[in-house]
């Protein structure tokens, strides 16, 4: 029950935000919207698929993805985070960036993908998909508040918006979906 509620808080969210519309006004926030990829196959190593809790996961996500206007996907080179993308990214007609990461490189990679967004999709409503220390962390870049990374064993399900409008404070709202 509380998902469906927090999921609708999102959906009417998005409905009054500049990204649910198709054309965008000069000067419309940047909205980006950072998740998890859904829940994975219990694999010991490797490169696990999403499990089919993991796959209605990321159905859902297509559904608040459509209703909020994605226009820009990101995505690790896991295979679990470019299925988590994929239903919205055919939805949307999109083909999702792929970027490496690594244990090693996380902060570089939290760093490198946050500039994008704010160099290169300002104004646009972008989708990352990312992991349990990913996600977090670019959220808290972006929005200057403290976050701290997700559970690895149970938390697959929050999900963070970020308004960053062309002047102002940043604006963070998470959830769960």
Do not use: C
């Not at 701290?148 to 918006?161: K, N, Q, S």
């Amino acid at each position: 029950m509380f998902r469906m509620f927090a999921l609708s808080v999102v959906l009417v969210f998005f409905a009054f935000t500049p990204a649910a519309h198709a054309r965008r006004p000069q000067g419309a926030p940047t909205v980006v919207i950072l998740v998890r990829h859904g829940e994975k196959e219990k694999e010991p190593t490797g490169d696990p698929p999403l499990s089919e809790l993991g796959r209605k996961t990321a159905e859902r996500l297509a559904v608040i993805g459509e209703g909020a206007g994605v226009e820009v996907v990101f995505t690790s080179q896991a295979k679990r985070t470019r299925d988590t993308a994929a239903p919205l990214a055919a939805r949307r007609g999109l083909t999702p960036n792929v970027r490496n990461v690594t244990r090693e490189t996380v902060d570089a990679h939290v760093r490198g993908l946050a500039k994008e967004i704010l160099d290169s999709h300002r104004g646009k409503t972008v989708l990352v998909v990312g992991h349990s220390n990913t996600a977090p962390r670019i959220a808290a870049l972006l929005s200057g508040k403290t976050i701290p990374d997700l559970d690895d064993a149970t938390e697959f399900d929050a999900i963070f918006v970020v308004i960053i409008p062309e002047s102002g404070a940043p604006k963070l709202v998470r959830a769960k979906y």
